[in-house]
């Protein structure tokens, strides 16, 4: 949520910003910004409501002799989408400028006290107090370091910035509190920015600040410390993918582009885990807790959007073969209704980024309350990752994508290599561990057969595209992946969609199925294949329109529906990552149809780093 570039060094700085902004652009896409400090040490601003291309339209490249500065992409939080609500932010003598990402919670208060002594306010935002601050403090300081310690020692709330300043020319200032910022250490120039992914073209050498650490920077030199004036240590560390996977590499859109990759990224999460012959898993991870584990009378997860909808297939999952009980929680809800949670209880926090605020603050609580926090997380040395004491890594590679898609799927590999090592700790028999990891193994070639049939998708795709409303239905291992379904037609396409278990249907939203209201229902063959086509039947006889996502060979269910999509069949735990495949793609082709921004649909952000 909103995307933070900075640089330093020898090279004009315009075009590695907006570059960069444009690598971010999938954090938050409804604003865009920079400042400059240029050769005669004057400090230049250009910003504008809109996308990072029409930023880049704005200025004159050739015109700005510039080797630092500060950008940003923004997903308002306070204030509007305009111009005037764009970051950078001035302080109120226009030498300073910041760019923000967080909420400061007490900005109300500051700006009151401000405005008693003379300061003046652009915009409705909350970055703003932060900056006029700044420049307050630093009219008695004559010291731009302590002026920012100084301001975010006053400040409640998130922040990730980046300052520079016409007084100290040569020099940009950052420092987080649970929004990340990464320092990227080159060769006499650095680059900051909030996500690792504005940074890899330049260098793989990194540091992620901790929170309430700054760094300050200039062109030869970096050292940190807390915002409270002590000296830290951070550590370099290297980023661990390549280029060419935060790139499209030919498709149109990143979300399909994640799509097709779901073979290599579902198969990147069981690599070297799975112990086929023993019917066993490895996960170095979760080592030091092993006794712990193995004790756990009570297993919490908490999440946010697609990775809650994960974790509730982890629930069945993990009752099914580890027989300890499971409770799914959002993590918006968990921290602000004081849940139960006893001594040998584990929660798990699911995350692609890492960095979602409601997820970071759910394991706050939990660890405040005495548990032990575990994450399952996409983004290496991200925040989550770093907040829990041990965890797995999904491995599934950059998802740029705003709609969530390859980690999804490697959740539920995830979550399945964790629910047989939790089984075989208990009561789960080599047989049936090795039946299971066979399984697991046949998955990447079943869904490389489901992507072939895309053409039939996208055919069903356009059939439906003008539909106002969208049901979808599944049981059991399905009923999840029904409100995945229903959740990526959102997110992407804009259409209204609600996902229910089956048999739910009857108790309400029988009533809106007509002629025009297609049902997607999962029916796979399973033990309660029957009970689903009796649902079936139930849509029918209203005259609902029928799309099934079925097992090959079903010709019964061809019979009795408009539409179907085959998938292979697997074990009943491993269908959610089978049948998710075609709704992922029906969404898709239906957003396309619709000629939706799909990488970037409106008011969502890929990573929402405020509660
Ligand atoms: C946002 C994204 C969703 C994502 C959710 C949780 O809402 O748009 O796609 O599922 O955050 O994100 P996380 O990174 O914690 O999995």
Same mark, same amino acid.
């Given at each position: 949520m909103c995307g933070i570039v900075a640089y330093i060094g020898n090279k004009k700085s315009s075009h590695i910003l907006i570059n960069g902004l444009q690598r971010l652009e999938y954090r938050g896409y409804d604003s865009a910004g920079l400042a400059f400090i240029s050769e005669d040490s004057k400090l230049q601003v250009f910003k504008n409501q809109g996308k990072v291309k029409d930023l880049d339209r704005l200025i004159d490249h050739k015109k700005i002799n510039s080797?630092?500065?500060?950008?940003?992409?923004?997903?308002?939080?306070?204030?509007?989408?305009?111009?005037?609500?764009?970051? *950078?932010?001035?302080?109120?003598?226009?030498?300073?400028?910041?760019?923000?990402?967080?909420?400061?919670?007490?900005?109300?208060? !500051?700006?009151?006290?401000?405005?008693?002594?003379?300061?003046?306010?652009?915009?409705?935002?909350?970055?703003?107090?932060?900056?006029?601050?700044?420049?307050?403090?630093?009219?008695q300081t004559k010291d731009l370091e302590s002026a920012v310690r100084n301001a975010l020692i006053q400040v409640e709330g998130t922040f990730g910035i980046a300052v520079v300043s016409s007084y100290e020319p040569d020099k940009i200032i950052t420092a987080r509190r649970g929004s990340p910022m990464v320092l990227g250490i080159g060769e006499n120039e650095f680059i900051l920015a909030s996500d690792a992914s504005a940074i890899i073209q330049h260098t793989r050498q990194v540091i992620y600040l901790d929170d309430n650490e700054m760094a300050i920077i200039t062109k030869n030199h970096y050292f940190t410390k807390t915002i409270y004036n002590v000296d830290t240590n951070s550590e370099i560390q290297e980023i661990l993918y390549n280029l060419d996977q935060i790139e499209k590499g030919g498709f149109d859109y990143f979300m399909l582009k994640e799509i097709h990759e779901q073979p290599i990224s579902f198969e990147n999460t069981f690599r070297g885990r799975l112990l086929v012959d023993e019917g066993n898993v490895k996960l170095g991870g979760l080592r030091n807790i092993e006794d712990k584990l193995r004790n756990a009378e009570k297993i919490i997860i908490t999440a946010c959007g697609t990775s809650w909808n994960a974790a509730l297939v982890a629930e069945y999952l993990i009752e099914n073969l580890a027989r300890i009980p499971v409770e799914v929680e959002y993590a918006s809800e968990f921290r602000y209704r004081n849940p139960v949670i006893n001594q040998n209880d584990i929660v798990f926090a699911i995350s692609q980024s890492g960095e979602t605020a409601d997820t970071l603050a759910a394991i706050k609580e939990a660890k405040q309350k005495g548990a032990l926090c575990c994450g399952i997380v996409n983004a290496v040395g991200s925040s989550i &990752?770093?907040?829990?004491?041990? +965890?797995?890594?999904?491995?599934?590679?950059?998802?740029? +994508?705003?709609?969530?898609?390859? &980690?999804?799927?490697?959740?539920?590999? &995830?979550?399945?290599?964790?629910? @047989?090592?939790?089984?075989?700790?208990?009561?789960?028999?080599?047989?049936?561990?090795?039946?299971?990891?066979?399984?697991?193994?046949?998955?990447?070639?079943?869904?490389?057969?489901?992507?072939?049939?895309?053409?039939?998708?996208?055919?069903?795709?356009?059939?439906?595209?003008?539909?106002?409303?969208?049901?979808?239905?599944?049981?059991?291992?399905?009923?999840?992946?029904?409100?995945?379904?229903?959740?990526?037609?959102?997110?992407?396409?804009?259409?209204?969609?609600?996902?229910? *278990?089956?048999?739910?249907?009857?108790?309400?939203?029988?009533?809106?199925?007509?002629?025009?209201?297609?049902?997607?229902?999962?029916?796979?063959?399973?033990?309660?294949?029957?009970?689903?086509?009796?649902?079936?039947?139930?849509? @029918?006889?209203?005259?609902?329109?029928?799309?099934?996502?079925?097992?090959?060979?079903?010709?019964?269910?061809?019979?009795?529906?408009?539409?179907?999509?085959?998938? *292979?069949?697997?074990?009943?735990?491993?269908?959610?990552? !089978?049948?998710?495949?075609?709704?992922? @793609?029906?969404?898709?082709?239906?957003?396309?149809?619709?000629?939706?921004?799909?990488?970037?649909?409106?008011?969502?952000?890929?990573?929402?780093?405020?509660?």
């Amino acid at each position: 949520m909103c995307g933070i570039v900075a640089y330093i060094g020898n090279k004009k700085s315009s075009h590695i910003l907006i570059n960069g902004l444009q690598r971010l652009e999938y954090r938050g896409y409804d604003s865009a910004g920079l400042a400059f400090i240029s050769e005669d040490s004057k400090l230049q601003v250009f910003k504008n409501q809109g996308k990072v291309k029409d930023l880049d339209r704005l200025i004159d490249h050739k015109k700005i002799n510039s080797h630092i500065g500060i950008a940003h992409t923004r997903w308002a939080t306070h204030g509007v989408p305009n111009n005037t609500n764009a970051h *950078p932010h001035y302080d109120n003598s226009k030498n300073i400028a910041l760019v923000h990402n967080g909420i400061i919670e007490n900005y109300t208060v !500051l700006r009151t006290k401000l405005i008693e002594k003379g300061y003046t306010f652009e915009s409705q935002t909350d970055t703003e107090v932060l900056a006029v601050l700044i420049g307050a403090i630093y009219e008695q300081t004559k010291d731009l370091e302590s002026a920012v310690r100084n301001a975010l020692i006053q400040v409640e709330g998130t922040f990730g910035i980046a300052v520079v300043s016409s007084y100290e020319p040569d020099k940009i200032i950052t420092a987080r509190r649970g929004s990340p910022m990464v320092l990227g250490i080159g060769e006499n120039e650095f680059i900051l920015a909030s996500d690792a992914s504005a940074i890899i073209q330049h260098t793989r050498q990194v540091i992620y600040l901790d929170d309430n650490e700054m760094a300050i920077i200039t062109k030869n030199h970096y050292f940190t410390k807390t915002i409270y004036n002590v000296d830290t240590n951070s550590e370099i560390q290297e980023i661990l993918y390549n280029l060419d996977q935060i790139e499209k590499g030919g498709f149109d859109y990143f979300m399909l582009k994640e799509i097709h990759e779901q073979p290599i990224s579902f198969e990147n999460t069981f690599r070297g885990r799975l112990l086929v012959d023993e019917g066993n898993v490895k996960l170095g991870g979760l080592r030091n807790i092993e006794d712990k584990l193995r004790n756990a009378e009570k297993i919490i997860i908490t999440a946010c959007g697609t990775s809650w909808n994960a974790a509730l297939v982890a629930e069945y999952l993990i009752e099914n073969l580890a027989r300890i009980p499971v409770e799914v929680e959002y993590a918006s809800e968990f921290r602000y209704r004081n849940p139960v949670i006893n001594q040998n209880d584990i929660v798990f926090a699911i995350s692609q980024s890492g960095e979602t605020a409601d997820t970071l603050a759910a394991i706050k609580e939990a660890k405040q309350k005495g548990a032990l926090c575990c994450g399952i997380v996409n983004a290496v040395g991200s925040s989550i &990752a770093r907040e829990t004491e041990a +965890g797995i890594y999904i491995h599934a590679g950059p998802e740029i +994508g705003v709609a969530s898609t390859k &980690a999804f799927t490697s959740q539920l590999c &995830a979550f399945t290599l964790l629910s @047989l090592y939790l089984g075989r700790m208990r009561n789960l028999s080599s047989t049936e561990g090795m039946n299971i990891a066979k399984a697991i193994t046949q998955i990447p070639s079943q869904i490389e057969e489901i992507l072939q049939n895309s053409e039939q998708i996208k055919k069903i795709a356009v059939k439906y595209s003008k539909s106002k409303n969208y049901i979808y239905l599944g049981r059991g291992y399905n009923y999840p992946v029904a409100l995945e379904g229903a959740l990526k037609l959102k997110e992407i396409s804009y259409i209204h969609a609600e996902g229910y *278990p089956s048999a739910e249907m009857k108790h309400g939203p029988i009533a809106l199925i007509d002629e025009n209201m297609p049902v997607v229902f999962i029916a796979t063959r399973d033990e309660i294949y029957d009970k689903v086509k009796s649902n079936i039947q139930e849509v @029918l006889a209203r005259k609902g329109k029928i799309i099934a996502i079925a097992n090959y060979g079903d010709t019964e269910l061809a019979e009795l529906t408009d539409d179907i999509i085959y998938i *292979p069949k697997t074990l009943p735990m491993l269908t959610p990552v !089978l049948s998710v495949i075609p709704l992922q @793609l029906l969404a898709y082709y239906t957003a396309l149809e619709l000629g939706r921004d799909v990488d970037r649909p409106r008011n969502l952000a890929k990573s929402v780093t405020v509660e």
